[in-house]
C-alpha cells in the first residue's frame, strides 16, 4: 500500500473539503473510496502525518491528497496564509477531467453538499467513461437548470476542450462552451491538474483579496475568449491576473485558502481568532 508523508498540521477530509476532487469520493468512517473513474474502487485514509492508500498507486495519492503541491514553495509565496491554513493541500485528478467538468458545470448557483455531491453519487453510479456519461439522460437525477444543460454542455466540451492539453487553449476553449465562464473554466483547469496557478475568481476571492489590499474585478468572458492574461486589455484590473502574477504556481491554492477562510471565519464574523487579522 502507498503512504505519502504530509507536514506537521495537514488534514485529509479539509483538503478535499474544497476541492472539486471531493466529488469523485465517498466517506465511508474516515476512508474516502474512489467511486469513479480512475482507480474506482481506491481507498485513501490518513494515519497521523501520513495518507495511506489502497488500490492505487503513489502518484494517484500524492494528487488527490493534494501532497503533490511543495508546502516550502505555499510558505514561500503565501507564507501568512500558509500559517494560517497548515491543513490545506491541494487535491487534483489529472486522469478524471470528464468527471471534473460535470462536477464544476453543476455546481453552479446550488448548495455543494446539498446538491452537486448528490447529483454527481448518482450519475457517477450510471456512467464512469466520457462514452458512457455522453449517453445519459440528466434529467433522470432531477429537474434542475444544471443537470438540464449539462447534456449540450458535455457535448461540446468533448469536442472542443476534452483532448488538449495547453493550459491556455483548454481555457479558450472551454468559454466556447454554453454556460462556462471563466470562473468554471479555472476551477477545471485548476482541479483537473492542468494549471495550478488558475486561480478561479468567485465572490470568496474578491472579499477575501479586498481585505487583503489586493484590489481586482472579475474577469470577463469576452474578453478571456480572446486574449491571454498577460495580452488583455483589462489585465491592470483583474483578479485572476493580480493573483496568478503575484503567487505564480500556488496562486489556486490561495484561491482554496480564500475560500476556506472566507467560510470559516470571515462570514462568521470570527475576527478575533482569524490569523489573518493583522492584516486585514
Known sequence: MPRVKAWEGYSLSSTLAPSFVRALFEERGG?????????RGARMWQEGEEVVGEGCGEEELRFWSGLWLDRRLVEGKAPLLAAAHRELGLSVSPYDRHLIFVAVFLSRATSWEGNVLRWCRGIFSSADTLEELLEL???????????????SALREYAGRAHALSDPWEVRRALLSVRNVGPKLADAYLLFAGLDPSA????????????????????????LCARYRCPECPAVASCLRWELSSAYGPVAGWVQTAFYVHDTLLCSRGECRRCPLSGAC
Not at 476512508?31 to 482507480?39: D, P, S, T, W
Not at 439522460?137 to 447534456?151: I, K, N
Not at 486561480?199 to 469576452?222: N, T, Y
Open 31 to 39: 476512508v474516502y473510496v474512489k467511486i469513479a473513474g480512475r482507480c
Open 137 to 151: 439522460d440528466f434529467t433522470r437525477f432531477g429537474g434542475s437548470f444544471q443537470l438540464r444543460q449539462l447534456g
Open 199 to 222: 486561480p478561479p475568481i468567485d465572490r470568496h476571492a474578491l472579499r477575501m483579496a479586498a481585505r487583503l489590499g489586493l484590489a481586482g474585478s472579475q474577469p470577463r468572458k469576452e
